[in-house]
T-cell receptor
Framework: AQKITQTQPGMFVQEKEAVTLDCTYD???????LFWYKQPSSGEMIFLIY??????QNATEGRYSLNFQKARKSANLVISASQLGDSAMYFC?????????????FGQGTRLTINP | GAVVSQHPSRVICKSGTSVKIECRSL??????MFWYRQFPKQSLMLMAT?????????EQGVEKDKFLINHASLTLSTLTVTSAHPEDSSFYIC??????????????FGNGTRLTVT
């Protein structure tokens, strides 16, 4: 079963608008972390933001915020005031459990294109 | 902090040859390293998890004899694609973990290696 689901293969947004990238997850572990990464065309994985399963407040990092709805198992990324440089692939990912170094499981990704 | 270096960034090799990819943690000791593979326009798929000083754990469907992983030190892991074929052409990317943190720490990635087998 897919643990991380991103249902938007592509998104097109006008510059300076806000955009929401969807992510739903599936886990039975009470301890987990949700991450968003940006992958530009050059290929590197850039960590953007993190939300822990026990966090009471939604995470924010500059123009990035995470809309965490635990009961619905969703962790959507919101980018405010989008810029041309935001055009990239965006991946939602999850780490589970309390034991040691756990792997990251990725969603399918969303290709975001910012139009001038 | 948490810088991961991967080399080479790009390699072209002939079918039947072997290629070695290095992943180094530059400013921390990486107890665990993860190797991912990414086909064009697809997600990152975990190939294997390597722990320093022990054998790697491979994901289901990944050929151990084809993708040799060595994690001989706390700062270096290598992935060797043996007897490469065109279908092995892909983007390979590593990530490293100090091993002490749990689910609430991001993994930091190398810049990836684009392998083309002709």
């Amino acid at each position: 079963a897919q643990k991380i689901t991103q249902t938007q293969p592509g998104m097109f947004v006008q510059e300076k608008e806000a955009v929401t990238l969807d992510c739903t997850y599936d886990t039975s572990d009470p301890s987990y972390g949700l991450f968003w990464y940006k992958q530009p065309s050059s290929g590197e994985m850039i960590f953007l933001i993190y939300q822990g399963s026990y966090d009471q407040q939604n995470a924010t990092e500059g123009r990035y915020s995470l809309n965490f709805q635990k009961a619905r198992k969703s962790a959507n990324l919101v980018i405010s005031a989008s810029q041309l440089g935001d055009s990239a692939m965006y991946f939602c990912a999850m780490r589970e459990g309390m034991r040691g170094a756990q792997k990251l499981v990725f969603g399918q990704g969303t290709r975001l294109t910012i139009n001038p | 902090g948490a810088v991961v270096s991967q080399h080479p960034s790009r390699v072209i090799c002939k079918s039947g040859t072997s290629v070695k990819i290095e992943c180094r943690s530059l400013d921390f000791q990486a107890t665990t390293m993860f190797w991912y593979r990414q086909f064009p326009k697809q997600s990152l798929m975990l190939m294997a998890t390597s722990n320093e000083g022990s054998k790697a754990t491979y994901e289901q469907g990944v050929e151990k004899d084809k993708f040799l992983i060595n994690h001989a030190s706390l700062t270096l892991s290598t992935l060797t694609v043996t007897s490469a074929h065109p279908e092995d052409s892909s983007f390979y990317i590593c990530s490293a973990s100090p091993g002490q943190e749990l689910y609430n720490s991001p993994l930091h990635f190398g810049n990836g290696t684009r392998l083309t087998v002709t």
